[in-house]
């Protein structure tokens, strides 16, 4: 969706939408780190409000807010390909799974297809990649890991070289400081997900607020206190993502546990126990059993 005139009055509805959530619920809800505090939570989007507003004259965000239909979650499973062996490269019959899809600004919609992002540590612009330096040195299983991560690397370098020639608006619009993307994206998520990484977004942004190419005083701030107990909540959640993206990535599946025909599901959900138990084990002593289930993201499949 994309409501009113302006991106300051899409960010301001999707907050309001949020607190009214919040406002409407009847009883506080966890949000897996801790237990979500109704009324902070409220303050902490009515913070959102205020900044949203500051928005429309920021110089770095203009150009790429004009309103676009795309598709925001291409993986395999939401592309359909021919089955004729004959044609070279397969071709692509049709594209599946539009409900969610929503009218939104360019930056918001602009972003690597599920089956095509880079790795972590990706040379973004125009740098050749390259295998590890002492690439002869590596045992078999490290050459193997390196070669994925060579192959990873260079269909996302096609895809951004392409991008950048073929429509280069789209390709600077994913360029943008991140945190940009991640305001809108927490805001819209905050009642399902908690405000956790929502603070963290309007803590870089008051940190950063003339970088970011803002004028003026930004219009909330936090004390040194707020700060580092913010800290400490933050880590236990980047915690979190990182085992999901680790269990996603090792069991080659998306958020939702989808797998491709072509693996050996039983397979698969093998591998998922036995990572599990690796993470059990690893956090021993530090937390119980019942603790790992719950962050665990294929729990229901153990």
């Known amino acids: ?19 009214s959530r919040f406002q409407s619920s009847l009883d506080e809800r966890p949000n897996g780190f801790d237990i979500a505090n109704k009324d902070g939570n409220i303050s902490l989007l009515r913070s959102t409000i205020s900044l949203m507003k500051y928005l429309e004259s920021n110089p ?16 395999f499973g939401n592309v359909f390909v021919s089955d004729d062996s004959n044609v070279t490269p397969p071709k692509i019959l049709s594209f599946i799974d539009w409900q969610s899809i929503s009218i939104s600004p360019l930056f918001l919609q602009a972003r690597w297809p599920v089956f095509l992002e880079p790795p972590d540590d990706y040379p973004q612009g125009l740098v050749k990649p390259q295998r590890p330096q002492n690439y002869a040195e590596l045992s078999e299983d490290d050459k193997k890991l390196a070669d994925f991560t060579f192959d990873q690397v ?3 370098k096609g895809y951004e070289i ?3 020639l073929n429509n ?12 940009f993307k991640e305001l809108f994206l927490r805001t819209g998520e905050a009642y399902e997900e908690g405000t956790i990484a929502l603070r963290e977004c309007l803590i870089e942004i008051w940190s950063n607020w003339a970088e970011l190419g803002f004028s003026g005083n930004c219009p909330y701030s936090f004390s040194d206190e707020e700060v580092e107990q913010h800290r400490k909540q933050f880590e236990e959640y980047q915690e979190w993502h990182q085992v999901w993206k680790l269990a996603r990535d090792a069991l080659c599946t998306d958020s939702d546990g989808w797998v491709s025909p072509e693996l050996d599901f039983e397979e698969i959900v093998t591998r998922n126990r036995e990572l599990f138990e690796i993470y059990v084990e690893k956090y021993s002593g530090l937390k119980s059993r019942e603790q790992c289930l719950r962050i665990w993201p294929f729990s229901a499949a153990l």
Do not use: W
């Open 154 to 156: 260079n269909q996302a």
């Open 162 to 164: 392409s991008s950048r």
């Open 60 to 75: 770095i965000l203009e150009k790429y807010v004009r309103p676009i239909i795309c598709h925001t979650d291409l993986h």
């Open 168 to 179: 280069e608006t789209a390709y600077r619009a994913m360029t943008l400081p991140r945190v």
């Open 1 to 19: 969706m994309f409501l009113g005139s302006s991106l300051s009055s899409y960010g301001i509805a999707l907050a309001e939408r949020e607190i």
